[in-house]
């Protein structure tokens, strides 16, 4: 019954931008920090960032380029990214984990493809 969907990836070229969206079902962010996470092939997986009580934090290699926000009242989480480089070049998935005695879970979405080439 809940439910992470990813949205808003795709081919760019360097210096672009992509906004990517997760929408949430089933769940309210109430109690969850929402992450966004991206793995590309051979890699580990790397937090993107994440915004919890409308703070967010950022990964040291998308500061100053990435804005994570979310609208409550609509469930969605997004990730504007802007001056993209080839190295961005990964799936993005959205998380959400449970952070009260009460949302003591963890749901993924499908991920998105961001491939960032000339």
């Known amino acids: 019954q809940v439910q992470l969907v990813e949205s808003g990836g795709g081919l760019v070229q360097p210096g672009g931008s992509l906004r990517l969206s997760c929408l949430a079902s089933?769940?309210?962010?109430?109690?969850?920090?929402m992450t966004w996470y991206r793995q590309a092939p051979g890699k580990e997986r790397e937090l993107v960032a994440s915004?919890?009580?409308?703070?967010?934090n950022y990964g040291a290699s998308v500061k100053g380029r990435f804005t994570i926000s979310a609208d409550n009242a609509k469930n969605a989480l997004y990730l504007q990214m802007n001056s993209l480089k080839p190295e961005d070049t990964a799936v993005y998935y959205c998380?959400?984990?449970?952070?009260?005695?009460?949302?003591?879970?963890?749901?993924w979405g499908q991920g998105t493809q961001v491939t960032v080439s000339s």
């Open positions: 915004i919890v009580s409308g703070v967010p």
């Open positions: 998380n959400a984990q449970g952070v009260t005695v009460v949302t003591l879970r963890s749901y």
């Open positions: 089933g769940i309210t962010f109430s109690g969850y920090l």
